[in-house]
């Protein structure tokens, strides 16, 4: 379409009613949707170079999907498979609302506004949020260099999202400190490198499976005063340089560099985001680590339907 007759789309437009308007609208976005989408899947199918179930090399085109995706049948296990076969996408229906939907969840996390909004139900906002964030849950840095900043913090322990509660819930009005806490390992570098792991127990061991590996020689590890974190270095199978910022000192800086508040005010942010939620489910605590997490590290545009494949 050239200028002229762009601009003679626009003016046509001015004649709609409010109605009209708004069903255009509806329109647009359903087109804009299909569109990216499309594109991104499309860009993902280019990749596709095994069987989706077994692995082999071996297969050929095989017709195309109902929502015409090419469809492929394996020539040694002989079953079909797509592009999305086996990706958290292949189980959302719906495709033409998926990057609406995705788009919500830069802005607001309200579940229901975001099923009312889209015609879905409520169940399968929440499906399609914990499918898109399985992929970058599992996107963390394998490793950490240069200055790198690890600590613990804890999170109330909640059955939210669980089908039967494992004890009765909790009446209204119990304090704070009787809940029991989920204790959550993060470290980060300054390289923007953040890794994080939800701990079963507070105990040394957990929380040394879960640092030491990303830990790298030549790094220096900065902590607080947790013992714990001596014993890790001690442990490691080369020299690492530790710094403990003694809050008790009230030395939080060493050498100017040295210090553990570029993680403090990441868990800042991340807690005032949680917020939102009025509690998280300890099962899902992962995803709404890896949710802020993905949030910090992309661009507004990115889409989190992209983000899952
Ligand atoms: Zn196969």
Redesign the pocket.
Known sequence: MNNTQFANLQTTLEELTFVQLKRLRQHIEDMISSNHVGKAIAVHEEGVAE?A??G?QEFTKYGTTARGQQRYK?K??G?TFNSLTGTPLSGMKKQDKWHQYSEGMWFTAKIREAASELGINVKTAWRWRHQLLSKPRQRKPSELHGIIEADETFINESFKGKRQLERPSRKRGVKSHDIPKVPVMLALDRNGAVTHCVLQRNTREELEKSLAPVLTPESVLCTDGNLSYQTIVKNLPFELDHKRLIAIDNQRVIDGIYHIQTLNNWMMRWKQWLRQFNGVGTDYLDNYIAWFRQMEQSQKDDSWVVLAL
């Open positions: 069987c179930h077994c082999s394996c040694v296990c079953r």
